[in-house]
């Protein structure tokens, strides 16, 4: 009704961001209510249209109260407001959703359980009591249920699940936190348990949870489906059940994931700061990696390589109830056999893994997308995502691109990242592509993406190998190919997520990628911007004998190394018989099976191997992980190295550097003291060629990437040694840093170069 003394003004609001499936709606409706709002407000596309008629000053409120308080999950990432004609509404409603090619799309993310959840499966008087799936507008599954846009019920999993009399009461009661929470359900009308034997026979008797914790704590391995997919657990203090699971899921040395009870319970393992107990009880909910206290009580072999352990919270209703039963602490890894994606259907699963698990506690709802555990660690007060998984993927971020594309990542770590609207969509890891079963996972991830923000892309972005399986998906595609070279894909990355458009120095740590001369790089100092780059210095070729073998055996890379460097002490292999090592260095002398590297992370698996850390290695990193873990962070000084140009290339030779190490490995020198004086070694030369090549380009910005930078010694050290020189340094922190950012950086930098 009309007012003339404050008239009512109409306005038409549209909202984009993560504004779904996070109670928004409903928040919308309760503040309309309160501020004495008209109109109506939907879910479009995956933003939220609103329209409110009220007097003026009220209507000012009621927009300010929104974008300033929003819900807690919720973020809004662009708001656009337009006058309209009064229609003097009745009431304030929410209306059905429609989709939408005209909003930005922002995928809601898995969310972990909230307090309030956790108070009503605690209270033996709620109907929710004991129940592994409630959840509300706060929290729960979002992204690993979606099948389409826009976040309704209709368009998720939960879509063969009717609601109760009592539950569409509180999903449609506006004072209720379920209003409009998708996923809402109760024992009455949600998904079930099922605990089985990995002969598929049902256990009856004892409440499910109740029995699945006697047979954790009888030693038992279980499979548990959680959000995103399979956990394997076992008690975490029981090694001969680690054991079991370490030989059964083929995975002998990688460190595997602890969920902890509570944060007393994470405090008895880990040293644990501000920082990094604020981001394990985050929403996200994430594996934190912290260091491990001399007196933790687990096992050794929870990690053996590591001082560290990754650790996470609780984060479903499920796992909480797992703890209730009396335990602290349970290995919670990946679902898989080593190499192969995580398993997330029922089927597959009691399949797959019934060699594996004795037992699988399983429930049925689905999974539309499978997706792991999230991985961080905090570095100097930042957090860092290392694995950008549940509760943070798919990531958006606002990068201004033009071009509607869709960049396909490397073959490890693989991720797949799209564009519309100026913002990015970056997908979650998946892993290794190489495996057949992971790859169809990772088509299923680009069309879902595609589908879900309605992407039309204009070209295909890949990397330079042509033997990735990224590339030949590219190559499959009817329309533009654009390839990206990987370790500029590695400097986009940063320079996008650091919202650098100018020139700077990329300093390129990793292990392996195709140069544009053909050969391995990997340890690259790359001048440019998000256009192009040029090469101006680099690790000096050595010549590495045996292809993968070289990798997974890093004495072969030592052997190597150390024949072009004029040494020939083999006494330092004493677990290598002298036949193996004749062959490797008559290949060598004769080229068979050789290729040049500029490889950084070679040089750490041969000083790794030097030291008898790591002949052989079973998981990625292994040996560099192991030689970082030892290093001793207080020794000062480094070894000799040479630095020289080729033409206008920098080269770092380090052959007097590995003299240096076997100098001191024959006087006996510990070898935690030898590993801190090679990465002051490494952050010294990186140091040096920088200045050399800012003096020679004028430039003062440094970006840092690779996954090397996932040492964070070795980053420490080049980032204390660059800013004391005054240049501006930038590394990852959104984006990982390794293979798992590529896709992002490939987006960047053909999104530039279109528009060049």
């Known amino acids: 009704m009309k007012n003339d003394g404050n008239p009512l003004v109409r306005y038409a609001v549209s909202i984009n961001g993560i504004v779904q499936g996070v109670g928004f709606r409903p ?73 939408s090619d005209q909003i930005l799309s922002f995928i809601p993310k898995d969310t972990a359980v909230c307090e309030k959840c956790l108070k009503d499966i ?29 976040y309704d019920r209709c368009n998720t999993s939960m879509d063969s699940f009717v609601m109760c009399e009592a539950c569409s009461a509180e999903y449609n009661e506006p004072s209720s936190r379920r209003f409009h929470a998708q996923p809402v359900c109760c024992p009455e009308c949600g998904p079930q348990l099922q605990l089985l034997n990995n002969l598929k026979q049902e256990l009856r008797g004892t409440a499910v949870i109740k029995k699945a914790v006697q047979l954790l704590k009888a030693g038992c391995i279980l499979a548990v489906k959680g959000i995103g997919g399979f956990h394997l657990m076992c ?43 604020k981001l394990l009880q985050s929403p996200a909910s994430p594996i934190v990696l912290m260091n491990r206290k001399h007196d933790c009580p687990l096992p050794k072999q929870i990690a053996p390589d590591s001082s560290k352990l990754g650790i996470m919270l609780p984060y479903t209703p499920l796992h909480h109830l797992l703890f209730k039963e009396g335990m602290n602490w349970l290995v919670a890894t990946s679902g898989n056999k080593s190499g192969l994606p995580i398993e997330y259907q029922n089927d597959e699963a009691l399949k ?260 008898g850390l790591s002949h052989s290695i079973s998981y ?6 192991m030689l970082e873990n030892i290093a001793d962070y207080g020794i000062n000084g480094s070894y000799d190295y040479d630095i020289y140009y080729t033409g206008k290339c920098l080269q770092i030779d380090f052959r007097r550097l590995l003299e240096g190490i076997l100098r001191d490995i024959r006087k006996g020198r510990k070898a935690g003291e ?25 430039i003062r910005n440094v970006v840092l990437s690779g996954g090397c930078f996932e040492n964070s010694l070795l980053l420490g050290l080049i980032l204390d040694r660059l800013e004391c020189k005054d240049f501006q340094v930038y590394f990852h922190k959104l984006v990982p840093c390794n293979d798992g950012g590529v896709s992002f950086g490939q987006l960047a930098a053909a999104d530039s170069m279109l528009r060049r």
């Open 27 to 99: 928040y919308i409706y309760n503040r309309a209510v309160e501020f004495g709002v008209k109109g109506f407000v939907k879910n479009a596309g995956s933003g939220v249209v609103i329209d409110a008629e009220a007097p003026r000053q009220a209507l000012k409120s009621f927009i300010k109260e929104m974008v300033q308080a929003p819900p807690p999950l919720s973020q809004i990432e662009k708001i656009s407001i337009r006058r309209q004609e009064v229609q003097n509404f009745n009431d304030f409603k929410i209306l059905e959703s429609q989709e």
């Open 122 to 150: 605690s209270d033996e008087s709620s109907r929710w009591f004991g129940y592994a799936f409630t959840n509300c507008t706060d929290c729960g599954p979002r992204y690993s249920i979606l099948k389409k846009l826009p």
């Open 235 to 277: 008690d975490a203090q029981n090694a001969q059940a680690i054991e079991a699971l370490r030989s059964r899921k083929r995975r002998p040395d990688k460190p595997l994931a602890v969920m902890a009870k509570d944060m007393a319970a994470v405090e008895k393992l880990c040293e644990v700061d501000d920082a990094e107990a």
């Open 352 to 611: 797959h893994l019934s060699d594996t698990a004795d037992y699988f506690l399983l429930h049925n709802r689905d999974i539309n997308i499978p997706i792991d555990d999230s991985v961080f660690k905090v570095f100097r007060g930042q957090k860092q995502v290392s694995r950008a998984a549940r509760g943070y993927s798919p990531l958006s971020f606002n990068m201004g691109a033009v071009h509607q594309l869709v960049a396909l990542g490397a073959e490890q770590k693989a991720s797949v990242c799209l564009s519309k609207g100026g913002y990015a969509y970056m997908s979650q890891y998946m892993g290794d592509i190489k495996n057949p079963k992971a790859y169809q996972t990772y088509k299923k991830v680009i069309d879902n993406l595609i589908m879900l923000t309605k992407t039309s892309p204009c070209a295909y972005v890949h990397d330079l190998h042509p033997d990735y399986l990224s590339t030949r998906y590219a190559m499959e595609q009817s329309m533009r190919k654009i390839g990206v070279q990987h370790h500029f894909a590695h400097m986009s990355a940063c320079m996008a997520e650091n919202r650098l458009s100018g020139m700077a120095i990329g300093v390129i740590y990793d292990g392996t990628g195709i140069g544009i001369d053909g050969k391995v790089w990997g340890g690259e100092f790359l001048v440019g911007n998000l256009e192009g780059f040029e090469r101006a210095g680099q690790l000096s070729y050595m010549k590495l004998q045996g292809g993968d073998k070289a990798v997974e055996q890093p004495w072969r890379t030592a052997v190597s190394y150390m024949s072009q460097a004029g040494i020939k002490d083999w006494g330092i292999f004493k677990n290598i018989n002298e036949y193996a090592l004749e062959t490797v260095q008559e290949a060598l002398e004769a080229g068979l099976n050789c290729h040049e590297t500029s490889s950084m992370g070679r040089l750490f698996d041969c000083v790794s191997a030097m030291l």
């Open 620 to 625: 990625d990193a292994q040996a560099a992980i």
């Open 674 to 698: 030898i590993a801190g004086l090679f990465h002051n070694t490494a952050a010294s030369f990186t140091a040096e060629a920088v200045e050399a090549i800012s003096r020679q380009y004028g």
